[in-house]
């Protein structure tokens, strides 16, 4: 273990002082906090491989089935946005408890679904974990410094790359070996392993301050306000366009040049999150010796010289499959990089507000990157070639260079 990873976990299980009790309370180790989070994302898709089966299995059409994902993140997206607000009224650990109880009950009522609708309603309850994200961001902010806070961040960064990364693969072997319900039985099992540990784990709980007892569109009014925290969340909304454009146009635009094979298409789009993976443990291993801003400036533009090397070797004719996600390696490497600067620039802008900040640029995180793919595959859809998808992925990852740029603009003002 390197002496930046030792300090890191040193400082997350040191004991500090709960402002409501006045008792010292130990602070839960870096290890479940990264848990808390993957068990968070994790159900977003590992029951992509069991769609078929459930659709089946209620004899429902497949459409309606497929709200179990898309409706799924619409819901996270809500409640990210008032979970952290939440937090910062009553406190971090009831909202952690509440989420995660909330979520395991969800399971097994998607487990024990008589019908389509019962189904999606208990599957629309398991959004209730999303905030548990944003909490365990809070908690490393709140017993960080800034850079400290953004290093810590690349390791829990790790987490949620790699739990969407093992979890279709996860969630099919589980529905091929035991049935589509056992990925819902495993979620709940996981559920409570976290509400175990949290509940160990979580003893302090930070004390509304001064600023809380105003209304939550107030605080929501004071961040929409600041242009720091604007710069950061669309550095973010934008990195994250990048990413929807690829993952909605690379089938598209290659499925034929890899022979309608699924399995080929999966390894490939895997090199991407891998990239994430190197990506945030660069952030974890260095974050705390650079300003956020040069980090977020640097992981632009290597999402930016990545992606238009890949246009560059496209329009030059090169067929080869590596010219496509070759470059596209710099997509995860960028957003990996970026993600936890941003979430930390985010969350120093109102010290009275940090979990409405988490969880308010989570949910412009998860809404701006699905407009930007969405408005993205209108102009697929009508030019579905590699030239259009890496175009249309350099323009979103230029937005984020620009807002990059005006959150380190920002930063060095505040100096």
Known sequence: MTRTESRIERSTTQAIEDPTTGTAARQPRLATLILLSAVAVLPVNMILPSLPKIAAAFHADFALVNLSVAGFSIVTAFLEAIGGAISDRFGRRPVVLTALSIFIVASIGCVLAPDIGTFLVFRSMQACIGPCCSVALVVIKETSGEREAASKFGYLAMGWALAPMVGPLFGGTLDELFGWRASFVVLAVLGIAALALSMRELK??????????????????????APRFW???LCMACSMGVLYIFLGGAPLTVGDALGGSSARLGFYMGLVPAGFILGSYMAGRYGARIPLGRILVVARLLTCIGLAFGLALSLSGMTQILALFGPCIFIGLGNGLTMPAANSGAMSVRSDLVGTAAGLAAALRIAGGALIGSIAGLFLARSATIHTLFVL????????LLAALWAAVIERRAC
Do not use: E, H, I, K
Request: with cysteine; hydrophobic share 45%.
């Open 393 to 400: 992925m350099l323009v979103s990852a230029m937005l984020a």
């Open 204 to 225: 302090g709980s930070r004390a509304p301050s001064s600023g809380t007892d105003r209304n939550y569109l107030a605080s929501y009014r004071l961040l929409l306000c």
């Open 231 to 233: 710069a950061y969340a």
